[in-house]
């Protein structure tokens, strides 16, 4: 059973720090990893993907892929309290292109 | 780019009804859709993934009879809730998956359509 699991928080942090979000996953064969945003209520939103071991940055975003260790993260530079919501990390299931789904980190900024 | 619509974004039925739901994709199309059931403070279930023209497939445990699905076009996908019960109340969402180069697995998700049955 492939899983992706994440700390379910909430992680608190203050505004203007660095909001740090992981991610793990089972399957050593997995390529392409996705970070969502859903704030209460509403539906994900994607707002970073990466294939490549590395950083990969867009704006206040950056996503970091290990795939020796089997991790994947997400910091969030100078956090707004507008940051504050539940962060999913997917990853791919080869299967007709499916994701399988982090149970999510929710994230408070506080002012 | 990559914007999904689905309708309706709220809907009240009696028990025993049946409710229809469209998910669109607007500025591309989309070969794979997916539909996602998530209860109060629960993370996303994965119903069915939905291929144009074909049937869709169904998550172990999700009754293909009772949730029905018909992707007709590259641009529309359909859930229908046939004979509805209080415990199917919900936010149900669909996503779509581009069918265009240089995409790869994302999904775009539409805004959600939350279903109360009494």
């Known amino acids: 059973q492939k899983e992706v699991e994440q700390n379910s928080g909430p992680l608190s942090v203050p505004e203007g720090a660095i909001a740090s979000l992981n991610c793990t996953y089972s399957d050593r064969g997995s390529q392409s990893f996705f970070w969502y945003r859903q704030y209460s209520g509403k539906s994900p939103e994607l707002i970073m993907f990466?294939?490549s071991n590395g950083d990969k940055e867009d704006g206040r975003f950056t996503a970091q892929l290990n795939k020796a260790s089997q991790y994947v993260s997400l910091l969030i530079r100078d956090s707004q309290p507008s940051d504050s919501a539940t962060y999913l990390c997917?990853?791919?299931?080869?299967?007709?292109?499916?994701?399988?789904w982090g149970a999510g980190t929710k994230l408070i900024i506080k002012p | 780019g990559a914007v999904v619509s689905q309708h309706p974004s709220r809907v009240i039925c009696k028990s025993g009804t049946s409710v229809k739901i469209e998910c669109r994709s607007l500025?591309?199309?989309?070969?794979?859709m997916f539909w996602y059931r998530q209860f109060p403070k629960q993370s996303l279930m994965l119903m069915a993934t939905s291929n144009e023209g074909s049937k869709a497939t169904y998550e172990q445990g999700v009754e293909k009879d009772k949730f029905l699905i018909n992707h007709a076009s590259l641009t529309l996908s359909t859930l229908t809730v046939t004979s509805a019960h209080p415990e199917d109340s919900s936010f149900y969402i669909c996503?779509?998956?581009?069918?265009?180069?240089?995409?790869?697995?994302?999904?775009?998700f539409g805004p959600g359509t939350r279903l109360t049955v009494t």
């Open positions: 997917a990853v791919n299931e080869d299967s007709n292109y499916q994701l399988i």
């Open positions: 500025d591309f199309q989309a070969t794979t």
């Open positions: 996503s779509a998956r581009p069918s265009l180069p240089g995409y790869s697995y994302e999904q775009y």
């Open positions: 990466i294939y």
